[in-house]
Nanobody, 124 residues
Framework: VQLQASGGGLVQAGGSLRLSCAVS????????MGWFRQAPGKEREFVVA????????SYADSVKGRFTISRSNANNMIYLQMNNLKAEDTAVYYC??????????????????WGQGTEVTVSS
């Protein structure tokens, strides 16, 4: 599975960004997909995931109500719509795929494929 993330950038607090992740190399509806982020000096943390079926999503408490994950089966894309961004959302964002379809979607070790990351900077 190959993952290509894009869409990061610099935005003011309260603004919005949409991240994209192109998925190739495996049937799209056979993998769990997740977004993680890593701020400078911090560990990588879970943001949001969508199960292989597309019907179940999980969000970190810190982003609930502000971020939305979606996917397009037609073009094998995962999207992360981020609204009302805060300075603490500043991080490198990574999309990840789990070919084992683990139920532990919030754990980094559940994912065996990672994209290269896209940087999001929110200015206050």
């Amino acid at each position: 599975v190959q993952l290509q993330a894009s869409g990061g950038g610099l935005v003011q607090a309260g603004g919005s960004l949409r991240l994209s992740c192109a998925v190739s190399g495996r049937a799209f509806n056979t993998v769990n997909m997740g977004w993680f982020r890593q701020a400078p000096g911090k560990e990588r943390e879970f943001v949001v995931a969508i199960r292989w079926s597309g019907s179940i999503t999980s969000y970190a408490d810190s982003v609930k109500g502000r971020f939305t994950i979606s996917r397009s089966n037609a073009n094998n894309m995962i999207y992360l719509q981020m609204n009302n961004l805060k300075a603490e959302d500043t991080a490198v964002y990574y999309c990840a795929a789990d070919g084992t379809r683990s139920v532990a979607v919030t754990l980094t070790r559940s994912y065996n494929y990672w994209g290269q990351g896209t940087e999001v900077t929110v200015s206050s």
